[in-house]
């Protein structure tokens, strides 16, 4: 048991979360952030944002981590997902990025 106490201890100094952050400070407080056992599944109904704010974690987990992120949607193909990622990093209206109407300050 000394092992815990002295782990606890530790612990009990510590500023930084426990796991890897995901970029919402409420989230990451009420789950000490994800950790290495952790299976995230997110369910909801249509239209709620799920893929949205999968996406905004794992560039998030990325951004700040540096750490590999392994995606899976059964809503989305990888295409879409790739159209969402780009459109969230450059502020590229998704629509003219599907229709390659791009402008020349796009590039």
């Known amino acids: 048991?000394?092992?815990?106490?002295?782990?606890?201890?530790?612990?009990?100094?510590?500023?930084?979360?426990?796991?890897?952050t995901s970029g919402f400070y409420d989230l990451d407080s009420f789950t000490q952030g994800f950790q290495k056992s952790d299976l995230i599944i997110v369910a909801g109904r249509p239209s709620m944002g799920k893929t949205a704010l999968c996406l905004n974690i794992a560039l998030n987990v990325v951004k700040n981590t540096q750490l590999p992120v392994l995606f899976f949607s059964l809503e989305m193909s990888k295409e879409q997902l790739a159209y969402r990622i780009l459109s969230s990093e450059t502020g590229?209206?998704?629509?003219?990025?599907?229709?390659g109407n791009l402008y020349k300050e796009d590039w």
């Open 92 to 99: 590229i209206n998704p629509m003219r990025l599907r229709n």
């Open 1 to 20: 048991f000394s092992n815990i106490f002295i782990e606890l201890k530790q612990k009990a100094f510590q500023t930084t979360l426990g796991g890897v």
